[in-house]
């Protein structure tokens, strides 16, 4: 049995760090993103008896180690959800990307979800995104809100029932335009995660997260802009200040990353242009502004040293009908 399905990357909005459970994947806290497009991960899935054994293919690079574990997890609880009798053969997965991986634009967000909408279709599970969200939660808890797309928030639990991904209403979606400032920079956001409590500054933001994810889910129902990319662009700082804190003292941001902000600061500050930075665990920069605003706050971030790209918001994991095996 083969299946498709593609699902776009997240930015973070309000963003989690650590984990109470790293095997269910089961976050301390809320979180809130939104899906960016064009950008998209494509996945193939195959159950058969013609395969020796599980393969991953992400980019063309056959997964070995940490890589392969995530997502045998997220094939093995597929797995046990289905009652079809070819989920016990082999399967192959096959994936590609349509942006860079490991530089802050969550491409886990987008694989996981684009694996696990595919092998729910493959499993012949009968699963909502809402529950096909705590399919992929399994190998990224981002990759929950990349199943249900657009604006959405994870919810925290200890269960299935409770830790799983809704969307928030919102229109902020027909204005949002989000560009990218690519700042290359090799990250891994598990170990950050893995190292996220032993900072000092963890229980602080635990204390003070869920008071923001109130103000973020209240802004975007309320078509708030400004409020809301505010609250992203404090997030991110509040994240940053947990990771550079903790044990290894992690800093991903560069200099190129501080020119942008820096330059964001200058448009609103001095132009009274509605633009907000925010990142997530890398160098990338998204610069949220409007789409009336879009292409000039493009050339000044571009005038920062860095490729840009301009996006838009995306929606949920689809099925997808061309395959890529």
């Avoid at 886990?108 to 694996?115: K, L, N, P």
């Avoid at 290359?184 to 893995?194: C, L, R, V």
Wanted: proline share 3%.
């Amino acid at each position: 049995m083969k299946a498709t399905a593609t699902a776009h990357p997240i930015q973070g909005l309000i963003k989690y760090h650590g984990m109470r459970d790293d095997i269910a994947r089961l976050p301390y806290h809320d979180s809130i993103s939104v899906c960016t497009a064009p950008s998209h991960t494509r996945t193939t899935v195959e159950f058969s008896m013609e395969y020796d054994d599980d393969v991953y293919v992400v980019d063309g690079e056959t997964l070995e180690g940490r890589a392969f574990e995530r997502l045998e997890s997220v094939v093995e609880k597929a797995r046990g959800l289905s009652e079809a009798a070819h989920t016990v053969y082999p399967v192959r997965i096959e994936s590609e990307n349509s942006f860079p991986s490991n530089v802050g634009l969550g491409s886990s967000s987008s694989g996981f979800a684009a694996a696990a909408r595919a092998l729910a279709e493959a499993a012949e599970l009968e699963a909502s995104l809402g529950d096909v969200s705590t399919i992929a939660r399994v190998g990224s808890a981002s990759a929950a809100r990349s199943v249900t797309g657009a604006f959405s928030q994870l919810y925290t639990g200890l269960n299935d029932e409770d830790c799983r991904s809704r969307r928030v209403p919102t229109d902020l979606h027909e204005e949002l335009r989000i560009v990218v400032g690519l700042v290359p920079y090799h990250k891994e956001t598990e170990d950050a995660h893995d190292e996220a409590a032993d900072s000092h500054m963890f229980q602080a933001r635990n204390a003070h997260v869920h008071g923001q994810i109130a103000k973020m889910r209240d802004a975007l129902r309320n078509d708030e802009f400004d409020r809301a990319f505010e609250l992203a662009e404090h997030d991110s700082l509040s994240l940053a200040a947990t990771t550079m804190t903790g044990p290894e003292g992690w800093v991903y941001w560069q200099p190129a990353t501080l020119a942008i902000f820096n330059r964001v600061r200058e448009l609103r500050e001095e132009e009274g242009i509605p633009v907000y930075f925010s990142t997530d665990t890398g160098a990338s920069v998204y610069v949220n502004t409007t789409d009336d605003h879009a292409e000039y706050v493009e050339e000044q971030v571009a005038d920062c040293g860095v490729s840009t790209t301009v996006w838009n918001v995306g929606g949920p994991a689809q099925l997808q009908d061309d395959h890529l095996f």
